[in-house]
């Protein structure tokens, strides 16, 4: 056979798994998608998103060294913060792109909504305390002091990477999900969610194993350093943090995984791959004890 | 020579030496009726409006508040903010509220108003050689301008202040230099008089202030009309008022009351000088020695 029939009957069968529901073709995505189904994410779009800094602007004083030791801390906080943080995840793994892009909780949408009011009644969050209950819950360490350099350094580099971004406005691209950016559209919402977690581990096999591990585990550098973050484990983040509730896992996923494809999962998979990933090990809620965890797990 | 050229030598010498003793401080120790009236005519006030869209930002109304826990926090923030001593006795020691210097409520432009303050923070600040949040800002508001302690970064009063400042600040942009922000330019290359500035202290300023500089105090004898601007309840040596320029300015855009940059920078100045020089409490930085030996030789 020529080289040229090949290429040919490979983008007819790729035409012919991507035009098949997958309700009726459950394997559909053990295929490899074709390049027309990657969906761009765009970073920095003028007028379409906000658009942060870049880091060339930060200017060259003593606030731009907070600024950069804040991006520092945010992008490699186990070396930065090695204090306050109890596992292997830095800021920038969720807040993806140095805190950059819309739909994985962007910083600069973030700063100028905060102090809001809280999950209990009376209780509003300052942007500080929303940053210690990062560290304390996604991070399984313990939140840096409010007059703690770390603490200032983070608060400057949102502060700078949100310049000229209006205070207490809605922004597009804000928290984890946005229908503008994506083409996946809007999360339709489902009456009674039913999670497949073997099927969820089909998905992770093929879409996500790539780069975090077959075992979930991670990637390393050489020098322990990690490359790709853990999704479970005792390096992974703890049952305390937001993404360890599948819906708003699913919504993370879908918006913003495989790195540089978000979108492309559709709904189904995201929320059974979200279940699957929860249903591993992983650091317990600090706010929780043994007692509860354990009358919990026998219900 | 003859005793009329002594006489007329004599006369001469002498006529002299008055004009001498009247140009020292011409025109206001001699005859300040003469040089400046009282009341000014009324075309001469100055009409600085709080909202003017399109020239300064304007900050919300009170009553766009939701009534939810933020806008409970943002309530008594505004409450702190303009009853300092009655909200938070804790941590107020003197008479001055915050908008006794941040007046209309923080509103008031070219009188540091917060909204203007808020998008330019964490920033540097030479004061202390480092970078600050708002809340380390408002903590030093306490230490030196209300002669208090500090509260705690977490405590009520910050995250409530904080929440009203940034209210206020709402569509603001982040890192944006507002007009009217801080405080109105004045001259640097000014050479205060403390002669004149009494003068025009007992002309300008005593009428609201005392003539002791004792502030008026309202109907209920606890709270303020009108803050003392020097002795046991007035700011302390730590504070920017007490910096001769910084309190020039301050007094240039906004003193006398509703007359805001109708003084001359020369007397504004003078005014400043006078206010230092009179006794006030220590900066809480020096001990009482080392602060001492600033009032002896008067800087």
Redesign the interface.
Known sequence: MKPVHTGWLLLLGATVALAVPKADAPDAYLNVPAAGNIVAVPVSTPGDVFLPPPIIDIPQ???G??IKLGRLIFTDTPRYARRFTGNALSCSNCHLSEGRKPGAAPLWAA??M?????NQ????W?F?ARIQGCFRYSQNGQGPQ??SPE???L??YA??L????????ELAGRGMFQQETLAGGAPTPASKPVYSVSHGQKVYQFQCAACHGADGLGVTRKDNSYQFPPLWGQASYGGGSPLAQVPKLALFVRANMPLGRGGSLSETDANDVAAYILSKPRPSDPRIGWRQRWREARK | MKPRYFAALGILASVSAVSVVLARDWPYAQRPSAAMALGDPSGKLVDDPLRRAGERFIPPELNELPNNDWGKLVRLGRDIFIDTPTRAPKFAGNGLNCSSCHLGEGRKPDAAPTWAAWPMYPTYRGKNDDVNTFQMRIQDCFRFSMDGLMPPLQSTEIRAITAYAQWLARGSKSGQILPGRGFTPIKRDIEPSADRGRVVYQMKCALCHGHDGEGVKAADGKRYQFPPVWGDDAFNRGAGMYTVRTAAAWIKGNMPLGRGMSLPDQEAFDVALYLRLNDRPIDPRKGLISDWSRVMTGF
């Open positions: 004083d003593k606030a060294d907070m700063w100028g905060y102090p809001m009011p809280g009644p009376g209780e509003v300052s500080e409010l007059d603490m200032t350094a608060v400057a502060q700078w949100s310049t000229g971004a209006p205070a207490r406005t």
